[in-house]
């Protein structure tokens, strides 16, 4: 079972920049589709961006542009450049790993998430 550990929050002003990133343990890591999700207060947990084990990328309407997903398979690894950040980014972001994870959705593995606070 994959385990993940995110990290890179904080709190930015709008239009600023953070980098997310998450480090996955487990074998294999190379054939799972990764995704970045992120839960707001009082919202259900949302798929932000998803990146499969042979790098095709999809993004939610809601980030694209500004978002940017990518991973490295030799150290297993994710990560997501956010930039011109808005405060309805403010969420706690996670990261997941399931293959076919665009279709079947995530798994119930979630790591503790990271914090992002968009506000001035």
């Known amino acids: 079972q994959v385990q993940f550990v995110e990290s890179g929050g904080g709190l930015v002003q709008p239009g600023g920049s953070l980098r997310l990133s998450c480090a996955a343990s487990g074998r294999f890591f190379s054939i799972y589709d990764m995704g970045w999700y992120r839960q707001a207060p009082g919202k259900q947990r949302e798929l932000v961006a998803a990146?499969?084990?042979?790098?095709?990328?999809n993004y939610a309407d809601s980030i694209k542009g500004r978002f940017t997903i990518s991973r490295d398979n030799a150290k297993n690894t994710m990560s997501l450049q956010m930039n011109i950040l808005k405060p309805e980014d403010t969420a706690v972001y996670y990261c997941n790993a399931r293959v076919n994870i665009l279709v079947v959705g995530p798994s119930d593995n979630w790591g503790q998430g990271t914090q992002v606070t968009v506000s001035s």
């Open positions: 990146i499969t084990s042979g790098g095709s990328t």
